[in-house]
Nanobody, 119 residues
Framework: VQLQASGGGLAQAGGSLRLSCEAS????????MGWFRQAPGKERDFVIG????????YYSDSVKGRFTIFRDNAKNTVYLQMNSLKPEDTAVYYC?????????????WGQGTQVTVSS
């Protein structure tokens, strides 16, 4: 599986951005999909994840109520809708595909896309 992320950019605090991650291959629907982020000088952290079924969503506390994840299996794409952005959301965002149950060990990573939120 190859993942191609897009949609990053610059936003003002309180604004919104939507990231997309398109997957290659025919097995996209079998993977749990998630987003991680890495701020300068910090470790890569889990942000949000969506089960393969689309029925279960997992959030980090920092984004709960502001970020939403959804998928379109017909387009092999997962989206991250980010609302009420804060400067601390500034990071490189990575999409990931997880075949098992451990969000800490994704099977595949997309390339990062930069999100910068100005105050």
């Amino acid at each position: 599986v190859q993942l191609q992320a897009s949609g990053g950019g610059l936003a003002q605090a309180g604004g919104s951005l939507r990231l997309s991650c398109e997957a290659s291959g025919r097995t996209f629907s079998m993977y749990h999909m998630g987003w991680f982020r890495q701020a300068p000088g910090k470790e890569r952290d889990f942000v949000i994840g969506l089960s393969a079924s689309g029925l279960m969503t997992y959030y980090s506390d920092s984004v709960k109520g502001r970020f939403t994840i959804f998928r379109d299996n017909a387009k092999n794409t997962v989206y991250l809708q980010m609302n009420s952005l804060k400067p601390e959301d500034t990071a490189v965002y990575y999409c990931a595909a997880v075949r098992g149950t451990n969000w800490n060990s994704p099977d595949y990573w997309g390339q990062g896309t930069q999100v910068t939120v100005s105050s």
